[in-house]
């Protein structure tokens, strides 16, 4: 009954540690979600609307705020961007960078 229970310690032993590490090469090696930028351009746009948001970190319990803004391009469209140590207004004008992707997709950021 021992040399089962040793032969069962050491398979398990074994076979955890190299489940564990198949399992991240797979992660590690598996391509990533967002494709290559092929190309970028700058834009400007109008900004239609500002909005904040207040939330509680759980940790610290400190008040952190997030603010989106929401852009009309020069074609119509509209996009929402985050907006990070800037100060907008409704009505200003704003210079955004637009990428596009392979497939196509099209994202816009604040510089």
Avoid: K
């Avoid at 310690?9 to 930028?37: C, K």
């Avoid at 009505?91 to 497939?103: K, M, P, Q, S, Y």
Wanted: aromatic share 4%; glycine share 6%; hydrophobic share 40%.
């Amino acid at each position: 009954m021992s040399s089962t229970y040793a032969h069962n310690y050491r398979l398990i032993r074994t076979v955890v540690p190299l489940l564990i590490l198949v399992i991240a090469a797979l992660l590690f090696w598996s391509p990533s979600p967002d494709p290559e930028t092929l190309q970028t351009r700058s834009v400007t746009g109008q900004v239609v609307e500002v909005n904040t948001g207040e939330g509680e970190v759980l940790r610290s319990g400190q008040t952190v705020r997030m603010t989106t803004a929401r852009v009309r391009l020069p074609n119509g469209d509209e996009t929402r961007v985050l907006v990070q140590r800037q100060p907008l207004a409704v009505g200003d004008t704003v210079e955004l960078i637009e990428a596009r992707d392979a497939e196509g997709r099209v994202r816009y950021r604040l510089p």
